[in-house]
């Protein structure tokens, strides 16, 4: 998880592509959001909690100024698998940003929202956990009223269109074009576009992927520079390194297909109004997939 941190930070935090995944995601492709308006920020803060210091920090962020006024601060949360406390995550770093903004150094300064993106870079699944405080916390209804719901902002890159990636500019397009690509063929038909920063995205490609093809190319390119285009870069690595991932492809089919059987057991056995213990141990599933079954088709969990 640090390697994956360390390797989306690298790329996302060029102004130039955190400019464009802002106003890609944000405002519809317009360059309202400039690189050269963008300066960075600390992404640590310290909370306490059980009498310990605790650290905090966001993947990526940045303070938006414009004319020598801060506009917005907005941060990036990167994510490869749904996360069922993601919400409070983001609250907690929002918090931070705002309880900054009230410190004695910072009076003299007009106060600016704060906005976080989440970045979904999964393929294989939609993603499912919550989106709302409400969602990922039980709030019965005599206390809605003194609980103030809030919502994060997510983004799931491999379910863009073809129209929404050709609206990306920097090598975030690339980045989005591959997870597209993935999970509406299983495989990538390598880009002709140049990329600023090849290495990089090779980089986070290769972490998130963990594929060795990926690895070998981000090791020799580093060291012996070459192609700049990933058609070019892929037709050497990405089909010998699938031509070895084949038989990773049966297995993955037969998990698949378990992991199908299993959710059809679970979605027996609640019908059958069982014990959520039970479901769990028979189905091998997860209490929060469990969850997200019973509420689908409407049925109370035990």
Known sequence: MKDKDIAEKILEDYPDVFADIVNGFLFNGNEVVKPEELEDMQLRSAYRAELKLH??????????????I???CVGFENQTAPDSRMVLRVFGYDGAEYRAQCLKENQNNAPYPVITIVLYFGYEQRWTAAKSLYEAVRVPDELKPFVTDTKINVFEVAWLTDEQVAKFKSDFRIVADYFVQKRKTGTYEGSRDTMRHMYEVLQLLSVMEHVDYLDRAVVENR????????????????KEGEARGEARGVIIGAEKKEAEVNERVATDMLKEKLPLKTITKISKLSEERIRQIAKSIGVAVL
């Open 223 to 238: 060291v012996k520079g070459g192609e700049r285009d990933m058609s070019s870069l892929f037709d050497q690595y990405i």
């Open 55 to 68: 650290d905090m920090e966001r993947d990526v962020a940045k303070r938006w100024k414009k004319n020598g």
């Open 70 to 72: 801060r506009i917005a």
